[in-house]
C-alpha cells in the first residue's frame, strides 16, 4: 500500500528551489575552467536557509494542531512527536553517516577520519564547537534534530503555565533571541572566512533561529490565516525584494552585519515567500511532476551530493579539459537525482511507512 498523500505543491516546489540551490553549489567547480564558471550567471540564496525556514513551518504546523487538539500536551504526545521526526530523518542519516566514514576510512575520498567520533550519533558534532573535514553537510541535520528537540520540550513546560497560543509564541520568541545574543557575544572582527563559516554559519546555538522564523510563520498561519491569505502576495513580493537586497549588500565576514544580523534576515525573506507558495495547492502537468519528485528525494540529494557523488567524482575523475568538465558536471546532476530516487524508494520511503504516517512532508 503506498503512502497517503497530501502534497503541497508550493511546498514541493519551495523545497525544491532549496535542494538545487545547495547542490548547485556543490557542484559548480567541475565549471570552473568552462565558459560556463559563472554559472547560473545569478547571485543566490543559501538554499539551506529555505530548508530550515520550512521545517519550522511544517513543525509549527504540526505542533500548533496537537496542543489545541483540546488533549493534554503530555510526555505521550512529546515521544509521539519524537518517534515521527526520527523515522523521517534518522534513517538515511546514519545509513550515510556510514557511507560517509567507509569513503575516509578506504581513503575513497579525502577527510580526516580522526574527526568522527560518537558526536556524530547524537548529533552534537557542531551543537557548540565546530568540527570540519568529514561529512560537512551533517551540520544542518544537527541545527534541525536539535530544534525538533527542543522546541517540544519548552512547550511542554511552557503550556503548565500559559494557554497554548501564548506558549507558543513564548518558544518562538526564545528560540529566536537566544541565537541572535549569543551571536551578538561571539561577535569577532578579526575571524577569517574558514572560521566563520565552521563557528558561526554552522554551529547549533548559532543558527537555531533560523528555523524559529519558520515557527513563527505557522503561528501567523494557525491564528491569524485571513491576514495570513489576505497579504499573500505583498509577503511573496516583499521576500522577494528582501532576497534582492541580500544578495546585493555583499560585506566582509569579518562585519557584524555577516555575523549577526544576516542570519536573521534571510530566514525573514525566506518566511515571507510561504503564505504565496502555502496557498498553491495542486498543479497538473510534467514539469510540477518533476518539481514533486525532487522535493521528495530533497533530503536523499541533501546527504549524498557532495560526499558520496561530488568528493568521488572530483578526487577520481577530476575534469581534464572543458568538454570533460561539461560532461561530468551533467552527470554529477544525473548521479545526484538517480541515486537519490534509489535511496528514497528503496530505503527512505519503507522507513516511512513503518512509523504509519504518510509520510508527505512533515
Same mark, same amino acid.
Given at each position: 500500500?503506498?503512502?497517503?498523500?497530501?502534497?503541497?505543491?508550493?511546498?514541493?516546489?519551495?523545497?525544491?528551489?532549496?535542494?538545487?540551490?545547495?547542490?548547485?553549489?556543490?557542484?559548480?567547480?567541475?565549471?570552473?575552467?568552462?565558459? !560556463?564558471?559563472? !554559472?547560473?550567471?545569478?547571485?543566490?540564496?543559501?538554499?539551506?536557509?529555505?530548508?530550515?525556514?520550512?521545517?519550522?513551518?511544517?513543525?509549527?504546523?504540526?505542533? #500548533?494542531?496537537?496542543?489545541?487538539?483540546?488533549?493534554?500536551?503530555?510526555?505521550? %504526545?512529546? !515521544?509521539?512527536?519524537?518517534?515521527?521526526?526520527?523515522?523521517?530523518? #534518522?534513517?538515511?542519516?546514519? +545509513?550515510?553517516?556510514?557511507?560517509?566514514?567507509?569513503?575516509?576510512?578506504?581513503?575513497?575520498?579525502?577527510?580526516?577520519?580522526?574527526?568522527?567520533?560518537?558526536?556524530?550519533?547524537?548529533?552534537?558534532?557542531?551543537?557548540?564547537?565546530?568540527?570540519?573535514?568529514?561529512?560537512?553537510?551533517?551540520?544542518?541535520?544537527?541545527?534541525?534534530?536539535?530544534?525538533?528537540?527542543?522546541?517540544?520540550?519548552?512547550?511542554?513546560?511552557? #503550556?503548565?503555565?500559559?494557554?497554548?497560543?501564548?506558549?507558543?509564541?513564548?518558544?518562538?520568541?526564545?528560540?529566536?533571541?537566544?541565537?541572535?545574543?549569543?551571536?551578538?557575544?561571539?561577535?569577532?572582527?578579526?575571524?577569517?572566512?574558514?572560521?566563520?563559516?565552521?563557528?558561526?554559519?554552522? +554551529?547549533?546555538?548559532?543558527?537555531?533561529?533560523?528555523?524559529?522564523?519558520?515557527?513563527? %510563520?505557522?503561528?501567523?498561519?494557525?491564528?491569524?490565516?485571513?491576514?495570513?491569505?489576505?497579504?499573500?502576495?505583498? /509577503?511573496?513580493?516583499?521576500?522577494?525584494?528582501?532576497?534582492?537586497?541580500?544578495?546585493?549588500?555583499?560585506?566582509?565576514?569579518?562585519?557584524?552585519?555577516?555575523?549577526?544580523?544576516?542570519?536573521?534576515?534571510?530566514?525573514?525573506?525566506?518566511? +515571507?515567500?510561504?503564505?504565496?507558495?502555502?496557498?498553491?495547492?495542486?498543479?497538473?502537468?510534467?514539469?510540477?511532476?518533476?518539481?514533486?519528485?525532487? /522535493?521528495?528525494?530533497?533530503?536523499?540529494?541533501?546527504?549524498?551530493?557532495?560526499?558520496?557523488?561530488?568528493?568521488?567524482?572530483?578526487?577520481?575523475?577530476?575534469?581534464?579539459?572543458?568538454?570533460?568538465?561539461? #560532461?561530468?558536471?551533467?552527470?554529477?546532476?544525473?548521479?545526484?537525482?538517480? +541515486?537519490?530516487?534509489?535511496?528514497?524508494?528503496?530505503?527512505?520511503?519503507?522507513?516511512?511507512?513503518?512509523?504509519?504516517?504518510?509520510?508527505?512532508? /512533515?
Amino acid at each position: 500500500m503506498g503512502l497517503k498523500s497530501d502534497r503541497i505543491f508550493g511546498l514541493d516546489l519551495f523545497r525544491a528551489t532549496a535542494i538545487i540551490l545547495v547542490v548547485l553549489g556543490h557542484g559548480n567547480h567541475f565549471l570552473k575552467d568552462t565558459r !560556463f564558471s559563472n !554559472f547560473p550567471y545569478f547571485k543566490m540564496i543559501d538554499g539551506v536557509d529555505l530548508f530550515f525556514v520550512l521545517s519550522g513551518f511544517l513543525i509549527g504546523t504540526i505542533l #500548533l494542531k496537537e496542543i489545541n487538539k483540546g488533549e493534554k500536551f503530555a510526555l505521550r %504526545s512529546l !515521544f509521539q512527536f519524537w518517534k515521527r521526526r526520527w523515522f523521517r530523518t #534518522l534513517p538515511n542519516y546514519y +545509513l550515510i553517516l556510514l557511507v560517509n566514514f567507509v569513503l575516509v576510512r578506504w581513503n575513497i575520498i579525502h577527510g580526516d577520519i580522526l574527526q568522527f567520533n560518537w558526536k556524530f550519533f547524537v548529533f552534537l558534532q557542531n551543537f557548540s564547537s565546530p568540527f570540519y573535514d568529514f561529512f560537512w553537510e551533517s551540520w544542518s541535520l544537527s541545527v534541525e534534530e536539535w530544534f525538533y528537540v527542543l522546541t517540544p520540550i519548552f512547550l511542554l513546560f511552557l #503550556l503548565k503555565i500559559f494557554p497554548p497560543k501564548q506558549s507558543f509564541m513564548l518558544v518562538v520568541s526564545l528560540m529566536i533571541i537566544m541565537p541572535l545574543l549569543y551571536r551578538v557575544y561571539l561577535f569577532n572582527p578579526t575571524i577569517d572566512d574558514f572560521w566563520y563559516d565552521v563557528s558561526l554559519r554552522k +554551529l547549533v546555538v548559532t543558527r537555531l533561529d533560523s528555523i524559529a522564523f519558520g515557527l513563527l %510563520s505557522s503561528w501567523i498561519f494557525y491564528y491569524f490565516k485571513n491576514q495570513w491569505e489576505k497579504f499573500k502576495v505583498h /509577503s511573496f513580493l516583499l521576500g522577494i525584494g528582501l532576497i534582492i537586497m541580500i544578495l546585493n549588500f555583499q560585506t566582509s565576514n569579518t562585519s557584524f552585519y555577516n555575523q549577526v544580523i544576516t542570519f536573521s534576515i534571510t530566514p525573514i525573506a525566506a518566511a +515571507l515567500l510561504l503564505p504565496l507558495m502555502n496557498s498553491i495547492q495542486h498543479i497538473n502537468g510534467m514539469i510540477p511532476k518533476m518539481i514533486t519528485h525532487v /522535493s521528495k528525494i530533497s533530503y536523499s540529494m541533501y546527504l549524498i551530493n557532495l560526499a558520496v557523488v561530488s568528493a568521488v567524482m572530483t578526487d577520481h575523475f577530476a575534469p581534464k579539459n572543458e568538454v570533460d568538465g561539461i #560532461l561530468k558536471y551533467v552527470l554529477y546532476w544525473m548521479l545526484v537525482i538517480g +541515486l537519490s530516487t534509489v535511496l528514497y524508494y528503496f530505503f527512505e520511503r519503507p522507513m516511512l511507512k513503518l512509523r504509519g504516517e504518510n509520510g508527505s512532508f /512533515s
